[in-house]
């Protein structure tokens, strides 16, 4: 008996010493081992990108964007200082020229975009779908959207804030004055629950009445059809510019009762596109803290000794070890923000372009600097 016990154990033994022996066998890698601070090979399910470290992967978005040389950006062509078409047929705005950014970073050509309109009910289904590359479509970024749409979203580009808007012979000088009224809103955006939450935080009573496009909100306002008009002041403002029976006839309240981050946003998983299109809207936060404008960025290229600047713009520069650039491994052309800048704007020049001929100020869009929330991170 004993020895039967001894001869079983013995067999189990060998059989755990043949598995291990075979799952050694079944590892790839291009040697046995890896040489420390050699460079690895990683390939994912066999049909995933092949990474090197040091190097960016290759394969993603990013890859097929520069591949395709356009890139998709969603936005729409009815809002006045974000995006509407000029009699030329071109999108302007303030959007518009985000997706310029981005293009001039990652293509080194701000005019390759490739422009969808898009309703609002089918801005994240695009974004899903692969549409769209990146959706600049005065979105504003919350938890939910977060979370469940697939998206991620990225450094904002307008701060905003809801608000509300009436007739100026209404009466209404205040938004807790008003009880008892219908508030008109577009449906799928986030104004529809935050103005029921702001009715009952103020303890009045409002009859949120959605429609599908701003156009019909507007042709029932005309009607007399809404008491108030609740959207983000950023476009309140806009859609007011343009309002048939004039500016005069509209006024916005001062209350601003909820935040409205409006940031881009890209599919969920990739990584690589996201820190690129992030950091080409940094740029222009960046150039414009530096005081750098399209105007002049050749001139400070030319003439500034300044190694923050030289970085930033991917010239050469001295160190220690001799004259070097700056490549941070975002996927990007070491010279993105120079082409940034020079084709489009730091963002003190596209906000002043599209956003202050509405009556915007620069509030809390403003400069770290100067009281406000842009700020980017440090360029090294």
């Not at 008109?184 to 496009?213: H, I, K, Q, Y």
């Not at 509209?250 to 950091?279: C, H």
């Not at 004259?323 to 993105?336: E, I, N, R």
Request: proline share 4%; with cysteine; aromatic share 8%.
């Amino acid at each position: 008996m004993r020895a039967s016990k001894l001869l079983a154990a013995v067999a189990a033994l060998m059989l755990i010493l043949g598995a291990c022996t075979e799952a050694a066998d079944t590892t790839t890698t291009a040697g046995v081992e890896a040489p420390t601070g050699e460079g690895t090979s990683t390939t994912t399910g066999g049909e995933g990108p092949t990474t090197t470290a040091g190097e960016a992967p290759v394969g993603g978005l990013l890859a097929e964007v520069i591949a395709r040389d356009e890139l998709n950006c969603g936005t729409r062509d009815e809002l006045p200082g974000f995006a509407v078409l000029s009699a030329e047929g071109d999108h302007v705005g303030f959007d518009a020229d985000f997706c310029r950014v981005i293009a001039a970073a990652v293509l080194g050509d701000a005019s390759k975009v490739n422009f969808v309109d898009l309703a609002t009910e089918d801005r994240f289904t695009a974004l899903q779908s692969g549409q769209i590359d990146v959706l600049v479509r005065n979105t504003t970024w919350t938890a939910v959207r977060d979370g469940s749409e697939g998206a991620t979203f990225l450094q904002p580009t307008f701060y905003d804030g809801q608000g509300m808007m009436v007739a100026s012979d209404s009466g209404f000088a205040d938004v807790s004055e008003m009880d008892g009224v219908i508030v008109c809103v577009a449906t799928g955006t986030t104004t529809e629950g935050n103005a029921a939450t702001e009715a009952t935080r103020l303890g009045v009573e409002w009859e949120v009445r959605p429609f599908d496009s701003p156009d019909l909100i507007q042709e029932a306002f005309l009607a007399g059809s809404c008491d108030g008009w609740s959207s983000d002041v950023s476009q309140l403002t806009a859609l007011r510019s343009v309002y048939p029976d004039g500016p005069e006839a509209l006024t916005i309240l001062p209350q601003v009762f909820s935040k409205e981050p409006l940031a881009p946003a890209v599919r969920d998983g990739d990584s690589e596109w996201a820190q690129a299109v992030s950091w080409a809207i940094l740029a222009t936060i960046q150039a414009e803290e530096f005081g750098i404008t399209s105007e002049s960025v050749d001139d400070t290229l030319a003439s500034t000794e300044d190694i923050s600047i030289l970085r930033f713009l991917g010239a050469e520069f001295e160190t220690a070890d001799g004259t070097t650039v700056l490549d941070p491994d975002l996927g990007l052309p070491v010279d993105f923000a120079y082409q940034v800048v020079s084709q489009v704007g730091n963002y003190g020049e596209i906000f002043e372009a599209h956003l202050a001929p509405l009556g915007l100020e620069r509030g809390v869009n403003a400069l770290w600097t100067d009281g406000g929330l842009l700020y980017a991170p440090p360029y090294r």
